[in-house]
């Protein structure tokens, strides 16, 4: 059996709508031995992955690794969602995802195969249709492509993405190149071809989670985190 989510999800600072030069990260390298450490352990552990992991991965469980928690992370041990840099579909106006997420409650889900799509939609369907005129809630959809040429076709179809994403969720629906590979294993994010969904509070914290094809317990799990928080956001 699939086993519950065991750790907070997310990283340990909190994020910023700053981009990181060239110079900062190296920097950043040569003088913080742990940061050169970890990456370090991220670089052996991607050498040691086979390139089609994943793809094998989705034939057991529909790729999904772990099973969300029914209640939400509590406050003091919540981590923070990592900022994401990108565009909108409404303008195509830079955006992050820090600036987006502050002072609301979020869902944000996280999209890059046409399955992840219908993954997210299995977890939200539920609690968009509750909330979507809440004025404290939004839902975030975060189409990641860091592959370059899969980013380049997906910007030549913009119009059909236009189509098919109803026009409310355009202004929080952002196309993203940004490469994730260093948090990835902090966010749970361990299969590319799969959906994850993150609920986020209004200070940016992760307080729940779930991935690949939503189960009964889990839609649930997060209607329920997501009432909770939009009752203290009122408060």
């Known amino acids: 059996p699939l086993p519950l989510l065991q750790r907070p999800l997310g990283v340990p600072e909190k994020p910023t709508a700053h981009v990181q030069t060239f110079d900062e990260r190296s920097k950043e390298l ?8 970890e990456q370090r352990r991220h670089l052996v552990k991607e ?24 209640a939400l992370i509590r406050e003091d041990k ?17 955006v992050h995802t820090t600036d987006v997420c502050k ?11 046409q399955i992840s799509q219908h993954h ?26 860091e592959n370059v040429l899969k980013s380049f076709l997906v910007s030549l179809f913009l119009s059909s993405l236009r189509n098919a994403v109803p026009e409310p969720l ?12 260093y948090v990835r294993e902090p966010l749970g994010m361990t299969n ?14 992760v307080r729940w989670a779930g991935c690949a094809e939503a189960r009964p317990e889990e839609q649930e799990g997060l209607m329920l985190g997501t009432t909770v928080l939009l009752r203290r956001h009122e408060k």
């Open 47 to 70: 050498a040691s992955k086979g390139y089609y992991q994943d793809l094998h991965m989705v034939r057991f469980y529909g790729g999904k690794t772990w099973i969300a928690q029914k």
């Open 192 to 205: 590319t071809r799969i959906g994850y969904v993150y609920l986020v509070d209004e200070d940016l914290r």
């Open 103 to 113: 002072g609301k409650v979020s869902v944000i889900a996280m999209l890059s195969t």
């Open 120 to 145: 997210a939609m299995s977890f939200t369907h539920q609690v968009n249709e509750k909330y979507r005129h809440h004025p404290g809630y939004q839902f975030v959809q975060v189409n990641l492509q």
């Open 78 to 94: 919540a981590l923070y969602f990592p900022n994401i840099a990108g565009s909108r579909l409404s303008d195509g106006q830079k």
């Open 30 to 37: 040569i003088f913080d031995d742990e940061k050169r450490m």
């Open 170 to 181: 355009h202004p929080t629906y952002i196309l993203s190149r940004q490469n994730m590979e």
